[in-house]
């Protein structure tokens, strides 16, 4: 318990200074800054999803291809944030910038960023906000997980997806109402 509340304290403590790094600058240096942040924070808590399911003893994701899962994990953690912060492209592109530099991936950024711009609408098309039938969802990023083995029919598997994103998005929104707050425009 104690452990849990430290790590919350410092995980508040770096989102407050990365914020007020933030918020004294202007134009594209805030944007780069703000892209940046937000990976961070997309990577800290895919790889706190992925590395507390991979060690779940019921978890549905132990037999998976652990990059494949971790990346698309990211992938979905960066859906969130861009569900969050709307049309900021070039916050976007940091984020996407970030991530093709920090894993060395094989295409090119453009490359990369037309799938990332797909697997989004596909995501965006089976969030339903409305009637909260996220399940497709769930289906959705399951099978680019397992591919189309018969494990994505599990429904604990699209549940975890599920929650999980839901509170991403939370957790973004709580974070863009503190920089709001700072009066941090984008």
Known sequence: MIKAIIRYVEKKNWINRRLNEIRGLS????????GAFL?????????????????????????????R???????????????VIG????????????????FNLMKTFSEDNDSLVRRYEI????????WGHQDMLGLEV???IFGNRDEILKPDITFW???????????????R?????????L
């Open 27 to 34: 134009g594209r240096d805030r944007e780069i800054k703000m």
């Open 39 to 67: 990976y961070d924070l997309s990577i800290d808590r895919a790889t706190e999803f992925v590395k507390e399911e991979l060690t779940r003893q019921e978890s549905p994701f132990l037999n998976v291809d652990k990059p």
């Open 69 to 83: 899962f971790f990346h698309e994990i990211v992938l979905l953690t960066f859906w969130g944030v861009k569900k």
């Open 87 to 102: 049309n900021q492209s070039a916050v976007m592109d940091e984020i996407h910038r970030n991530y093709s530099e920090n």
């Open 123 to 130: 995501y965006s098309d089976s969030w339903d906000d409305v």
């Open 142 to 144: 399951a099978r680019y």
């Open 161 to 175: 997806l599920i929650s999980y994103i839901d509170e991403t998005i939370k957790a973004v929104e709580k974070v």
């Open 177 to 185: 109402k503190i920089w709001l707050s700072r009066g941090i425009k």
